[in-house]
């Protein structure tokens, strides 16, 4: 027979281990804790503001132009 080496047994052995901490963070949701979930405060991406704020920046420095995609040459011109 031939005998594991050591680095096979470690890498084996790291990922039970992980195997094992990914299925404790799996947990079943009961029905009225699922409104939580669908919380503004619980999407992801950028809020309406956080979006508005990020395209005024952009029109100010020049570096979108007039919404139509193109870049523009950064002196407010279209």
């Keep these: 027979m ?7 047994m470690l890498l084996v052995a790291t990922g ?3 195997a094992l901490l990914f299925m404790q963070s799996c ?3 009961k029905p009225y ?3 939580y979930l669908n919380d503004e405060s619980m999407q992801l991406g950028k809020t309406g503001m956080e979006k508005f ?3 005024v920046h952009t029109y100010r420095e020049g570096s979108s132009g007039g919404g139509s995609g ?3 040459g950064g002196c407010g011109c279209n």
């Design 27 to 29: 947990v079943a949701v």
């Design 53 to 55: 704020d990020e395209n």
């Design 16 to 18: 039970t281990l992980l």
């Design 70 to 72: 193109k870049s523009s």
């Design 2 to 8: 031939r005998k594991a080496n050591s680095g096979s």
């Design 33 to 35: 804790q699922r409104m």
